[in-house]
């Protein structure tokens, strides 16, 4: 077996697509161009044309649109298994920016190798496509939780959200999930202050529910938590492939 087989892309794509062995040699080519980031210096930035995109392999990520008084707003977070800039490729400039919270490996993927990809094995093409579709439906999500739900029910959404995504590549479980994000973090995405991101923590400990605490996150009463998030993963899509 190669090293993609076990890869966090093919884990995730292989909940769309049952992939090929021609399928999987074309991701390993996508994989060879193998980089390094430190944490908190940009990958991309805001207006840059891009030509590359990412297929990040180890590490956290996060995307963001800066305002013109300095604030941000943090759009998604990335996780092993997710490309990075695959919209700025195919747009040619980057609308947000994207900032690895750990240090972190990716593979860099030039805009005509992943072209070519495309054309070599259309399942593949289907497959990302696949994957760029659930990461919209994440940011629908986001915005429905910003404008509609109170915050309790936005943080718990949002945890279950990350902890249903690391579970597919298999680095989470309804037990709960190794987490480098700060309260900062948190506050940035779910458009909290962070006084009241921690005090939204505190009341979910204290009701029982999931605990966040030195960079772990430990869900207590997993299905309460669903109740109080009214979380459907559906728009996850994540019962198995539907291209065998």
């Known amino acids: 077996m190669t090293l993609v087989e076990h890869s966090p892309l093919t884990r995730k794509l292989s909940a769309f697509v049952a992939l090929s062995d ?19 210096r940009d990958m991309v930035h805001q207006g840059q044309t891009a030509r590359a995109a990412y297929i990040l392999s180890a ?12 604030t941000r707003q943090i759009v ?7 490309f990075l800039g695959l919209r700025s490729v ?27 990809a495309f054309a070599q094995t259309p399942r593949l093409a289907t497959a990302i496509l696949w994957a760029a579709s659930r990461d919209e439906a994440m940011v629908v999500e986001h915005l429905v939780g910003i404008g509609r739900r109170g915050a309790d029910a936005r943080m718990a959404h949002f945890l279950l959200e990350l902890g249903s995504r690391l579970a597919l590549v298999g680095m989470g479980s309804k037990e709960g999930f190794e987490c480098p994000l700060t309260q900062y973090h948190l506050a940035d995405t779910l458009g909290l202050s962070a006084v009241h991101v921690n005090r939204v923590l505190r009341q979910l400990r204290e009701s029982g529910l999931v605990t966040f605490r030195d960079g772990h996150v430990a869900f207590h009463d997993y299905g309460g938590l669903v109740e109080l998030a009214e979380f459907d993963p559906a728009y996850l899509d994540q019962t198995g492939p539907l291209l065998k």
């Open 22 to 40: 021609v399928e999987l040699a074309v991701l390993e080519r996508l994989h060879q161009r193998r980089r390094s980031f430190v944490a908190g």
């Open 59 to 70: 590490g956290w990520v996060c995307s963001y649109k800066l305002q013109a008084d300095g």
């Open 76 to 82: 998604d977070f990335q996780v092993p298994g997710d």
């Open 90 to 116: 195919l747009l040619r400039t980057s609308d947000h920016s994207f900032e690895p919270i750990v240090d972190i490996e990716a593979a860099e993927v030039m805009t005509s190798d992943l072209l070519e």
